[in-house]
């Protein structure tokens, strides 16, 4: 898995290939960086967030045809009374 990231190659992943003295380096960066973190945390955070949503609204409507069914219940139990 290392073996491509030390070649250098132009086919080892993705990243930028820079050249010094002659010589071509490839930026890497670990899962845990800097550029990891900007790249990535940003993309995680509003897919939570739209997760947090989504289940935000169905546990609302959960809970709103929970009510309805109680309250077709009571009326159905005592008549008009309630």
Known sequence: MLGGMFAGHDESGTGEIIERNGIKYKLFYGM????????????????FFFFFLFFFFF????????????????????????
């Open 32 to 47: 845990s960086s800097k550029t990891a973190m900007d790249k990535h945390v940003r993309m995680i955070f509003i897919k």
């Open 59 to 82: 546990c609302l409507v959960v809970l709103l045809n929970i009510v309805q069914l109680k309250v077709k219940l009571l009326k159905y139990l005592f008549g008009e009374m309630f």
